[in-house]
């Protein structure tokens, strides 16, 4: 471990287990099950959102994954379904899941500080009935990913709590910040984005959401 007072890196799990002396909290290992409990079961059909993290030759990717809450199918104890919405057609999840079926799923409740977390592996369903009964507004996705559980867990309410992020006093007023238009005008000196981009925001988001 360097100690130059420029930098200070851990490096191994030895100095990292120093850095972290405390010994476990019991329900941080207790709380770990390898199927959907009952309860378990009640957080997923609350949850409207999820983060979904994968891996693959071209990298890490994380993606937001939402729909009315439930939308994550709770089939048995051992498997849900993710339905997969019309996105930007980058499928960075999805190459990666190609490559790498591992997957961590992140949910979140609305009002809720403790979130809920999901391993497994995902298999890529393109199951016409399976597919038919995630229509949503006439639109069925094109796949469903049916994830194999191999382990879930709540997490402690702690990251939510100091965040705040429900609490509405907080909230950051939109016009405060770049908008898509902006950031893409930004970045490609002006040849995309702007603010017809923006103009047009509302009715192509009408228009593609499902």
């Known amino acids: 471990m360097a100690t130059n007072g420029s930098s200070h890196t851990i490096s191994s799990l030895a100095e990292l287990e120093a850095l ?3 010994p476990v909290y019991p329900p941080a290992k207790v709380k770990e099950a390898t ?11 609350a949850s409207p959102f999820c983060a ?3 891996n693959g030759p071209g990298g890490l990717d994380c993606s937001p994954r939402g729909d009315p809450k439930g939308f ?4 048995d104890e051992k498997t849900i379904a993710v339905p997969d919405r019309r996105g930007n057609n980058r499928i960075d999840s999805m190459r990666n899941l190609i490559a790498d079926p591992r997957v961590a799923l992140l949910f979140l409740i609305p009002g809720v500080s403790e979130t809920l977390r999901i391993m497994g592996r ?3 369903s393109t199951d016409p009935e399976l597919c038919a009964s995630f229509t ?3 639109k069925a996705p094109r796949c469903v990913l049916l994830v194999a559980v191999e382990q879930v867990f709540f997490q402690c309410a702690k990251a939510i709590v100091r965040s705040k992020l429900w609490d509405p006093s907080i909230q950051v007023e939109r016009s405060t910040l770049p908008t898509a238009g902006k950031i893409l005008a930004e970045i490609t000196e002006g040849k ?3 603010d017809e981009h923006d103009r047009l925001a509302p009715a192509r988001m009408k228009e593609t959401i499902y």
Do not use: F, N
């Open 72 to 75: 994550v199918r709770v089939l």
């Open 20 to 22: 972290y002396p405390e």
């Open 192 to 194: 995309m984005g702007g």
């Open 35 to 45: 199927r959907i409990t009952k309860a378990y079961r009640a957080l997923v059909e």
């Open 136 to 138: 949503m507004q006439g």
């Open 52 to 54: 979904m993290a994968t």
């Open 122 to 124: 995902v298999t890529i």
